[in-house]
């Protein structure tokens, strides 16, 4: 029978890697504990390593990919190039000029999350101001591009909505029906009253017997 391998030795007459091994090297490694933090823009503009021009370009080539992947709000973009360490100064002069040429314009931002969350999500006129207020845009600006959706815009998107919701629950007991559709409404921003008007009327629709539903109250 051949002798059995063992592990080589180490000079030491330990296995590699045993006790008496030395330690390995720390180099190699990805992010080493002693690494310094990356210097902000503005640290690095007050320390003299980059002139203020410089700064100004790298902040617009940070908007330009910003705003070729998505539309943004003005405001959105002030805190998107705030994290990045950019000085406030900086950002105004910046966002100033990308407005001037209308690259940067809440209006018309604001006009497209309207038309797009009615149509494409069925979202209310509560539920989308409610959006328009997380993206920074102002109550006036919001105002105008919410009056673009009518009310009966909204009642028709919530009635194609609720048809929608009852079918998916087709074989449950009624009141779990009802339950979870005038809920997904409510989170779409439809007003109570009104979500549970248009389930009771999807549920006709199908032939359910609604008449000991009543009607609720805003």
């Known amino acids: 029978m051949g002798k059995r391998r063992g592990r080589p030795a180490t000079r030491d007459g330990d296995a590699a890697g045993g006790p008496g091994a030395a330690p390995r090297s720390g180099r190699g490694r990805r992010g080493g504990a002693d690494r310094a933090p990356r210097r902000t823009v503005a640290e690095r503009l007050e320390a003299g390593e980059i002139s203020r021009d410089e700064a100004v370009e790298k902040a617009r080539e940070v908007v330009l990919r910003v705003l070729t992947a998505a539309q943004k709000s003005r405001r959105e973009l002030e805190q998107s190039l705030a994290r990045k360490g950019y000085p406030e100064d900086v950002v105004t002069q910046v966002l100033d000029r990308f407005g001037e040429v209308g690259l940067v314009d809440d209006a018309t931002y604001a006009e497209t999350i309207v038309r797009t969350r009615h149509a494409e999500r069925g979202l209310a006129r509560r539920g989308i101001a409610a959006e328009l207020r997380r993206r920074g845009i102002d109550e006036d ?6 009056d673009q959706l009518a009310p009966d815009d909204e009642r028709a998107a919530g009635a ?9 629950t087709r074989g449950l007991d009624r009141e779990v029906r009802v339950r979870r559709a005038v809920g997904s409404l409510a989170r779409k921003g439809y007003p109570p009253g009104l979500a549970f008007e248009l389930v009771r009327d999807a549920l006709t629709d199908e032939g359910e017997d609604t008449d000991d539903l009543g009607y609720a109250e805003d």
């Open 141 to 146: 600006t919001a105002s105008v591009a919410l």
């Open 160 to 168: 194609r909505l609720a048809g929608k919701l009852v079918a998916r």
